[in-house]
């Protein structure tokens, strides 16, 4: 039972490169989510997406894309990397309680550092 | 204007003691709440969930909602060593499926 999966773990960018990282779950989840969490501090919400084709912006959306063509991927794209991304990115899913009450399932996270 | 707010500590409290850690909330529509552990270097795993004012309890941990006063809180009892950890406060906001998260309260546990 993986769970949630991201892919890589660590990487380095130089300023101005694209990247994108890799998050895939086998739980059949149709609720998924990116956060990045800077030193010290919580998590901010970049991207979630409610199901296939259905993605929407979180709290700080600029200077990533995101798509979502299957169930089980959701990757987050970078295309111009600039310092103020280095951070550790965590991918999530979650499943319904109920109507509004979702439990995230977070990915061991991607620690990325832009020179 | 922060939507989600916690004191970001550190709290130190003594092996055995009880330990509080509270979280406000923005939106008065609000329904859902968790609370996610976090230690160093690792991601956050759900501790609690909580739907209704009042109290809810499992085992050493119990959360709080009060949801006129947009406060809810986590007691950890007879604390140890091991639950020293940052807490994580979530909340889902009405009509959404966000899931926005305090910035976390550290928590260390002295033995």
């Known amino acids: 039972n993986a769970g949630v999966t991201q892919t890589p773990k660590f990487r380095i960018l130089k300023i101005g490169q694209s990247m994108t990282l890799q998050c895939t779950q086998d739980?059949?989840?149709?609720?998924m989510y990116w956060y990045r969490q800077d030193p010290g501090m919580g998590l901010k919400l970049i991207y979630y997406s409610v199901g296939a084709g259905i993605t929407d912006k979180g709290e700080v959306p600029n200077g990533y894309n995101v798509s979502r063509s299957t169930t089980e991927d959701f990757p987050l794209r970078l295309e111009l990397a600039a310092p103020s991304q280095t951070s550790v990115y965590f991918c999530?899913?979650?499943?319904?309680?109920?109507?509004?009450?979702?439990?995230?399932?977070f990915g061991a996270g991607s620690r990325l550092t832009v020179l | 204007q922060k939507e989600v707010e916690q004191n970001s500590g550190p709290l130190s409290v003594p092996e055995g003691a009880i330990a509080s850690l509270n979280c406000t909330y923005s939106d008065r529509g609000s329904q859902s709440f968790f609370w996610y552990r976090q230690y160093s270097g690792k991601s956050p795993e759900l501790i609690m969930s909580i739907y209704s004012n009042g109290d809810k309890e499992d085992g050493r941990f119990t959360a709080q909602l009060n949801k006129a006063s947009q406060y809810v809180s986590l007691l950890i009892r007879d604390s140890q060593p091991s639950d020293s950890a940052t807490y994580l406060c979530?909340?889902?906001?009405?009509?959404?499926?966000?899931?926005?998260f305090g910035t976390g309260t550290r928590l260390k546990v002295l033995a």
């Open positions: 979530a909340v889902n906001f009405s009509g959404t499926y966000k899931y926005i």
């Open positions: 999530a899913s979650s499943y319904t309680i109920y109507s509004g009450a979702n439990v995230l399932t």
């Open positions: 739980m059949n989840h149709n609720y």
